[in-house]
């Protein structure tokens, strides 16, 4: 139960931070809209880099010295860095605070491995769906706090974010037990560690490289919200830090109707690699939607649809723990979380710089298209699809 109140807190701090963050950057940079739209990429590839070289570090200490100490470790660090980010007085501190923040966010993929360690194969689906529908409480909150907070003062929603994680992690420190056992552990190995030699993992166990290609196109293609969505909405719709707050808690509310309540009866009915390719086809839709949409009440109502992207997250997630060993789960999710911090180098800059090239008439020659990085992302969904239809099998778990 502490991981998925772990996973509430922590994406309710994250869901805070996401609506401010962008109109924070365009407030350092008078109001230039395609220059922070620029800025924040560069701000979430710097993320994603520090995600790609700590991630497996974090995952093989995991796999050596318990999964309960990186975890409040990581939350802590998190903490301290909500707390830079709120009183940074530069576009230079702030970029700084994002760094520290991608080092030490760190949370997601160890709580990912807790829950591999104490359930079985055959429920992992559906306890992975319950940490999604986790995910989307905190995402329901986090926005719409933000909405209330930042009218108050615009650094207010950071001071509230380093609050809640920073009490997260100290009720960690009385509460969490520990999830693997001493003879379970693997010894620490810095050819495991380091991210090239964490990758090595995907090619030696059957069916990773195939799962994992469907991962990457798919995270890629996830980069476009959070990257363009808060400027894209004011751009297009004229909404302003509230209706981006409210939209994202509505996005949360989505989420985890379909994680928490959805999930393990689907799985349980149709399998891990249908629900997979529903949730894809899904995922495609959706995007095309907020690409097209006219206004903004027709993009809020391609949510619910893009929501069933869920089905994906947590079949995905359980076809990929069914490859290793119980010994390998802190790896194999340093390794995922390293992949992803990769795939996030190219993600950010690429949504942003097509959403800057879309709406200047000076580089896009007459083609105004905003929505072109939805176009982008639901043309990478539909390949991911592509190769599930041929890699999402469910096998025997690998033991010990």
């Known amino acids: 139960m502490f991981i998925l109140a772990n996973v509430v807190m922590d994406v309710l701090a994250f869901g805070i931070v996401v609506p401010v963050l962008p109109k924070l950057i365009e407030a350092f940079q008078g109001g230039n809209t395609a220059l922070a739209a620029l800025t924040y990429g560069v701000f979430a590839t710097a993320w994603a880099l520090m995600q790609f070289l700590f991630s497996p570090l974090a995952g093989v200490l995991s796999d050596r010295f318990g999964r309960r100490p990186v975890l409040l470790i990581s939350l802590t660090g998190l903490g301290l860095d909500y707390l830079l980010m709120a009183l940074a007085p530069t576009l230079t501190w702030l970029f700084i605070g994002r760094v520290i923040s991608g080092i030490t966010a760190a949370t997601y993929s160890t709580a990912s491995a807790y829950i591999a360690d104490v359930t079985p194969p055959e429920k992992r689906a559906q306890a992975f769906g319950y940490v999604g529908a986790a995910w989307g409480f905190g995402f329901v909150f986090g926005p719409a706090l933000a909405a209330l907070l930042s009218p108050i003062h615009p650094r207010l929603p950071f001071y509230v974010a380093a609050a809640l994680t920073l009490a997260n992690a100290a009720y960690g420190w009385i509460v969490l037990p520990e999830s693997l056992p001493a003879d379970r552990r693997s010894p620490f190995s810095w050819k495991r560690a380091n991210p090239m030699g964490s990758l090595m993992l995907i090619r030696a166990r059957r069916g990773l490289a195939g799962l994992f290609t469907m991962q990457v196109l798919r995270r890629l293609a996830h980069y476009s919200l959070p990257s363009v969505f808060v400027l894209y909405a004011g751009y ?110 190219a993600g950010p800059g690429l949504f942003t710089a097509s959403f800057a090239f879309a709406i200047t008439p000076a580089w896009n020659h007459g083609v105004h298209l905003p929505g072109a990085p939805f176009v982008i992302a639901g043309l990478m969904t539909a390949t991911s699809l592509s190769i599930a239809f041929r890699v999402a099998r469910t096998i025997r778990p690998v033991s010990a």
Request: net charge neutral; charged share 10%; glycine share 14%.
């Open 236 to 345: 297009r719709y004229g909404w302003d830090n509230r209706h981006v707050g409210w939209t994202l808690a509505f996005i949360g509310v989505c989420t985890a109707i379909v994680q928490g309540g959805l999930v393990g009866p689907v799985v349980r009915r149709i399998g891990e690699r249908r629900a997979a390719l529903i949730g894809l086809a899904a995922e495609t839709t959706s995007y095309l939607g907020y690409a097209f949409a006219p206004t903004g009440m027709m993009f809020i109502c391609a949510i619910p649809i893009g929501a069933l992207a869920g089905l994906y997250s947590a079949a995905a997630d359980s076809l990929l723990t069914q490859r290793v060993s119980p010994a390998e789960q802190g790896e194999l999710q340093g390794a995922a979380s390293s992949l992803m911090g990769l795939v996030g180098l």
